[in-house]
Every structure is written in structure tokens, then in C-alpha cells.
């Protein structure tokens, strides 16, 4: 059974990971990212990127872009036998027709409880990296510059994390950004990096199911000035094996304030 539902999807967060697993539940999912000239949110971002934000999550089974005017036509080329809506969503106008000819069901689906959007937090997906960030973190200069600079000691490895645009970048406090000049040691030259907070706000299990576990914990990004990786990717530092600790697995989603 074909599914459709739409949105502009900027702001990837936990309540639309729950509104996609809902309507999967339903059939074969086509998800259609609303067109360029629709989308008047904040903070918004283009089609395409909104598009690769979503490729990854494997309740969904089909991605598109939206006609700049008229979501009817993708209804008539997919020809659903399901229409899902956002708990505060409408359908335009011109559907009605189609649905009423094509007998298609419409289904309302629920706000993820105890959940308020903040525009402050992002949705990331855990991905393993090239495991060097341990030998840099272990250097005795950088090590005990961090350490002086989070009052605790860290562990020697970084959880790494696809935010999927540099949106985020916006809302990092640049007061709360700490520099730790680069270095010479012997033949080896160090970069500059730079530290800051964030607070972990929650957990999502591996879709399709939805399991949210809420965090609230306080850990650090580290920004070095010498990476592999674009903006779109943070390294977060902590006291403590954040893998290990909330036993933690790849293509899993963390929920991260700044």
C-alpha cells in the first residue's frame, strides 16, 4: 500500500522521526519535501538538503521534491491509497477532489508526547570515525589545556556526530567558544582547536522503531582547526565513553542543544 505525507522539514527533529514511523506503519512510504518557493520557514534550508537529511532514515522508502505550485500532481503520479497529516497540518484545496474521486483515506497522526520543538536543538545521526581523535586528545598539551577548560578529565576519543546541514552554527555561543593555540612538537605541528558546550537532550533508538530516551547531559564539541571532516559534523568530548555509557550504535539519532 502506497503512503504519502509532505513537509518542508528544515529543522530535522524527534517529532518528525515519530510522525515518519507513524505513517510507515500504514504502507510503503513517500515522503515529499516541500519545493523551494513553498517553504517560508526559519532557518530555512534548500530542497536538496532537506532531501539528504532524510535519505538515510529507512522507514522511509521514497523521497521528492514538491511542485513549486500545485502538490496535487505528485498525488496523481503516486497514487496513493494513504494521505498522513501532521497532527497541525491541512491539505490544499485542489486534493479534496482527488481524494474523494481515487476513494483515498486520510489518516491524522499524533504529536510526539511531551515534546517542545527548540529551535536551539538539532538532530544528528552517530556515525564511526577514522579513531585518530584519541591520539590528539591524549597529546599531553591539548589534554591538559581541555581539561582546564571542562574542570574534569576527559576520555581519550571523540562520539561523532552528522547534523546533515551547518545550520546549527548559528545558534553556537561564540562567548562560550574557548581557543587552544596550536603547537609544535618536534617534526609534528598541531592546530589550533576550539571548545565549547552543548547539552544532550536525548536519545533515539535505530528506525523504524521509536524509542526516545531522554538525557539532559552536559558534554563539550571540540572544532579542530586541522579535520577530515566539513561543518556539518561535530566531535563531542566527555568525561565518559558516551558509546559505552548509553550503549550506543551507529545510524542511531542524538538530539543536541547549543
Keep these: ?3 504519502i505525507c509532505g513537509g518542508c522539514f528544515n529543522h530535522l527533529h524527534p517529532g518528525h522521526i515519530y510522525f515518519f514511523n507513524q505513517c510507515s506503519a500504514y504502507g510503503e512510504l513517500f515522503v515529499i519535501v516541500a519545493h523551494d518557493k513553498n517553504n517560508n520557514k ?50 490544499p484545496s485542489k486534493v479534496l477532489s482527488i481524494i474523494k474521486k481515487d476513494k483515498i483515506k486520510i489518516k491524522r497522526m499524533k504529536k510526539l508526547p511531551d515534546y517542545k520543538k527548540d529551535f536551539n536543538s538539532f538532530l544528528g545521526r552517530i556515525f564511526s570515525g577514522e579513531k585518530k581523535a ?8 591539548y589534554k ?6 571542562i574542570k574534569k578529565e576527559i576520555y581519550p576519543g571523540t562520539l561523532n556526530l552528522n547534523l546533515g546541514n551547518k545550520n546549527y552554527l ?28 552543548i547539552k544532550i537532550k536525548s536519545i533515539i533508538d535505530k528506525e523504524p522503531a521509536f524509542k526516545r530516551l531522554k538525557v539532559d547531559l552536559r558534554a563539550w564539541v571540540v572544532k579542530a ?16 565513553n558516551l558509546r559505552k555509557k548509553f550503549n550506543l550504535a551507529d545510524d542511531q539519532l542524538m538530539e543536541i542543544k547549543f
Design 1 to 3: 500500500m502506497k503512503v
Design 170 to 197: 548559528k545558534n553556537v555561543n561564540k562567548k562560550k567558544m574557548t581557543l587552544i593555540r596550536g603547537f609544535k612538537e618536534g617534526d609534528r605541528e598541531f592546530g589550533d582547536i576550539y571548545i565549547y558546550p
Design 42 to 91: 526559519l532557518n530555512k534550508i534548500s530542497a536538496q538538503k532537506r532531501l539528504s537529511q532524510l535519505e538515510n532514515l529507512k522507514m522511509i522508502k521514497n523521497l521528492k521534491i514538491g511542485s513549486q505550485d500545485d502538490f496535487s500532481k505528485l498525488v496523481k503520479k503516486i497514487k496513493p491509497q494513504v494521505i498522513c497529516l501532521g497532527y497541525d497540518q491541512e491539505l
Design 134 to 141: 584519541g591520539s590528539f586528545l591524549n597529546t599531553p598539551i
Design 144 to 149: 591538559n589545556k581541555i581539561e582546564s577548560v
Design 225 to 240: 582547526q586541522k579535520t577530515m571532516y566539513n561543518e556539518e559534523i561535530i566531535e563531542i568530548i566527555h568525561p565518559q
